[in-house]
């Protein structure tokens, strides 16, 4: 059984060609999409690192143990190191001067090593629960960063995405869809990451992370206006003064949400109004009450909802909270899968019944 | 002294009046919402009534009480009455929820395109009145406790504001849910 490949960083998992071919027959259909939703060379390269998940995932199978004993053994590996590092600096010194220092530095080696390991072996494990999601759904799920992705996001949506001067991605995506009555809505949803500018100390630039994730929900009429919507903020006591630019039936409404779009009051408004229509401004209301620092995209052929924080939130699917242990591994549990298929499905079935109201 | 107090007060009682007029033509703008949507769904009834007519002939009890809805609530629409308007509508609801009952022993009616679209139509147009008359009450709770609250309610009793009617769901919508164990 030769092994396709070596495990690129320690915390993978080596699957072999065997692997690979069983995960091609076990890997279910995935539904039709259209070819302006997602393209035939996404759709391949999707499928690509699909099919490399499910070959771990048949490797994992087979080695349940494979995890725990790759992470013994690198913390071994990483002790043995260590001391010797620790030894061949100290020859020429007393060998115990500075002992205690070296321990230290040595178990906060090991530690942080170790703590990667955890880490990055949950991130697989997560991933095997949300591509089983995904399956159960004849969706697809990308667990891949791309900056390609980034990239076309932010062309597309300039308004909503970019953002943030550094390490702009999409990783986590979700191709499927929704039937609502007699129609089809295809969605993407996937989570944009971008660093911003913290603060320079000492010379060295620090950055943090902003994490948003993002539904694109493909409409079945186009719009025949493009607005975005932002969480409002003059409110209390300035609202007596301030005429709102559109002012729609709810006043919950109107005080959470700020317009903005190209062009004239007198061209869009009517339309806008047209589109919120009284179930669609509650549905938004919910939404953005679920999900604060919001932004609502609507482009003309695509309705776009942008989040601040995860689809899954971390501490939704955290070490003590997921049954399916990445060192006592036995298969994905069915209880993992419903939960985050639950969390997922809250806020896409959300976003699907606000879409149906605009066609 | 004197001035400064009463230039207080002024402006208090313009800020309070400026409010219950805000108040108000927001209860009015979202009244005319349930309007727009309880006329849609009046108006989609003659085409109900055609795609029907043809297989339901010994159901004219069914086909009279959704016409007679129909009269009430464009009727209440006409005089911008509330009751009326939701009177009209909890009696178009019960209608419209006998006549689907009776086409389920219509197959080929149940099959039929248009009667298909139209149902689908009006599922919509239902949940856009449900959405406008949660969006209605509120704005009527919101001016109605305006008018009740001190020092806001000297100001409404002086310049004659007055409470507002909610838009009530039938009675059978606020049933208690019995839970068997």
């Not at chain 1, 979700?174 to 039937?179: A, I, K, M, R, T």
């Amino acid at each position: 059984m030769k092994k396709r490949f070596f495990p690129r960083f320690f915390y993978s998992l080596p699957y072999t060609e065997e692997d690979l071919q069983a995960a091609a027959k076990n890997a279910g259909e995935t539904l039709d999409f259209p070819e302006d939703f997602i393209s035939a060379e996404t759709r391949r390269k999707i499928e690509e690192n699909r099919l490399e998940l499910l070959a771990q995932q048949q490797y994992i199978d087979a080695h349940p143990k494979h995890i725990i004993i790759n992470r013994l053994s690198w913390i071994l590996l990483l002790f043995v190191v260590g001391s010797l590092g620790i030894i061949l600096f100290n020859l020429e010194n007393e060998p115990l001067v500075q002992y205690r220092k070296h321990l230290i530095m040595l178990s906060f080696v090991v530690i942080t090593g170790s703590r990667v390991f955890a880490t990055k072996s949950r991130s697989l494990i997560k991933d095997f629960v949300k591509q089983k999601v995904a399956k159960k759904n004849s969706w697809l799920y990308d667990p891949k960063l791309s900056y390609e992705k980034a990239d076309a996001l932010n062309t597309q949506f300039p308004h909503v995405f970019f953002r943030g001067d550094q390490s702009i991605s999409v990783e986590d995506e979700f191709y499927g869809v929704q039937n609502v009555e007699s129609k089809s809505y295809y969605f993407n949803s996937g989570l944009y990451t971008y660093k911003i500018k913290k603060r320079r100390r000492k010379g060295i630039t620090r950055y943090k992370t902003i994490r948003n994730h993002y539904i694109c929900i493909k409409l079945v009429k186009p719009l025949s206006v493009e607005f975005l919507l932002k969480p409002e903020i003059a409110g209390g006591i300035f609202n007596v003064f301030n005429s709102k630019e559109i002012d729609l039936e709810s006043d919950e409404f109107n005080k959470l949400f700020s317009f903005s779009y190209t062009g004239k009051k007198e061209e869009n408004s009517a339309e806008i109004v047209k589109n919120l229509s009284p179930a669609v401004q509650l549905g938004l209301i919910d939404l953005a009450k679920r999900r604060p620092s919001f932004r609502f995209f609507f482009s003309k052929n695509t309705l776009v909802f942008l989040f601040r924080g995860e689809l899954v939130p971390s501490s939704f699917i955290g070490l003590s909270t997921l049954k399916t242990k990445s060192y006592n591994y036995s298969g994905v549990k069915n209880e993992d899968v419903e939960r985050i298929e639950n969390e997922i499905k809250n806020i896409t079935d959300l976003a699907v019944s606000i879409t149906k109201y605009l066609d | 002294m004197i001035i400064g107090t009463a230039g207080v007060l002024l402006l208090g009682l313009i800020l309070v009046y400026n409010t219950l007029v805000r108040y108000r033509n927001n209860v009015k703008k979202t009244f005319s919402s349930i309007d727009i949507q309880l006329k849609r769904r009046a108006d989609l009834i003659p085409n109900i009534l055609n795609s029907v007519k043809g297989y339901m002939e010994h159901e004219k009890g069914v086909l009279t009480a959704l016409t007679e809805a129909r009269t009430s609530i464009l009727r209440g629409s006409s005089n911008q009455n509330v009751s009326e308007m939701a009177k009209g509508e909890n009696m178009l609801s019960e209608a419209l929820k006998s006549m689907f009952a009776v086409a389920e022993n219509y197959p080929d009616l149940k099959a039929s395109q248009n009667f298909l679209d139209l149902q689908e139509a009006l599922e919509e147009t239902e949940d856009q009145i449900a959405a406008a008359r949660r969006i209605y009450n509120e704005s009527v709770n919101t001016l109605n406790t305006k008018t009740e609250v001190f020092p806001s309610n000297i100001v409404a009793s002086m310049f004659g504001f007055k409470k507002e009617n909610l838009f009530e769901g039938a009675p059978q919508d606020r049933k208690n849910v019995t839970i068997e164990f």
